[in-house]
């Protein structure tokens, strides 16, 4: 799944304008809600269904805001190509989140980090193998040598993005398993999609690039989605401590202590 859903995401980059491939990435927060509530007996309340519905906005206004690239030389068949391939990858991967989520309380049933990792090293390994076989079979390797000469930084820097790249997206994988495992997989998928918003705001702090208003609103929407989503973990967790003390109450309200 990982390797399918890697590749579609890589045509739909090849294909599809960039404002277009980003609108239909966000809609993986709709397709996780779906999947959650069919695997995962995810529950729907009010603020959750807002959280929901602000995040994709801010995610489809920020979107439609970017500046794409001229897709004129692209024909129309490899456009529908690239728009089917990143609607099928985001819904592959929220099924992914719900299944690994169903995995974690299903089949491991262990509460450590050994089982977090688990999850994330040998997922990885396979669809590293094979991308490294696709990659070898396509003779693509053959171009590598070029593609590090004609980068316009230099071949150090086209290594350290590499390196750099496949470090932090590890951590940030890793980081995406931790909150399945702790909370679930919706919640990590609000968390994804809120860093949509905060990307441009890191644009303009180390690039000096342009604000507008847009973005402040995308931004200021995520955040009303988010405290919407964690409003709701409050209330549960109230609720939880509420009938926790009910329980424990009412189970030692029978108990007959005999002094001696």
Request: net charge positive.
């Amino acid at each position: 799944m990982l390797t399918g859903n890697n590749l579609m995401y890589s045509y739909g980059l090849l294909y599809l304008p960039v404002s277009t491939y980003s609108l239909l990435c966000a809609t993986q927060l709709a397709f996780n809600a779906i999947f959650s509530f069919f695997f995962n007996s995810q529950k729907f309340t009010p603020f959750i269904l807002n959280s929901l519905v602000l995040l994709t906005i801010s995610a489809s206004l920020l979107a439609v805001n970017t500046n794409s690239e001229n897709m004129t030389g692209i024909p129309k068949g490899k456009y529908v190509i690239g728009f089917l391939c990143t609607l099928g990858a985001s819904a592959i991967f929220s099924l992914n989140l719900s299944l690994v989520q169903l995995s974690f309380q299903e089949v491991i049933k262990t509460e450590t980090f050994s089982a977090v990792l688990d999850m994330q090293i040998y997922p990885s390994f396979v669809a590293t193998c094979g991308c490294v076989v696709r990659l070898f079979a396509s003779g693509e390797w053959k171009i590598l040598r070029n593609e590090m000469k004609n980068y316009g930084k230099g071949r150090v820097s086209y290594m350290m993005t590499l390196i750099w790249t496949a470090v932090t997206w590890q951590i940030s994988s890793t980081a995406m398993l931790g909150l399945i495992f702790e909370v679930s997989s919706l919640f990590c998928n609000v968390i994804s999609t809120l860093a949509l918003p905060v990307v441009p705001i890191l644009a303009v702090v180390f690039f000096h690039n342009k604000m507008d208003g847009v973005k402040v609103t995308a931004l200021l929407l995520a955040v009303w989605g988010f405290l919407s989503y964690i409003y709701q973990h409050y209330l549960d967790d109230s609720k939880s401590k509420v009938n926790k003390t009910s329980n424990n109450e009412a189970s030692g309200a029978g108990v007959v202590i005999e002094v001696c």
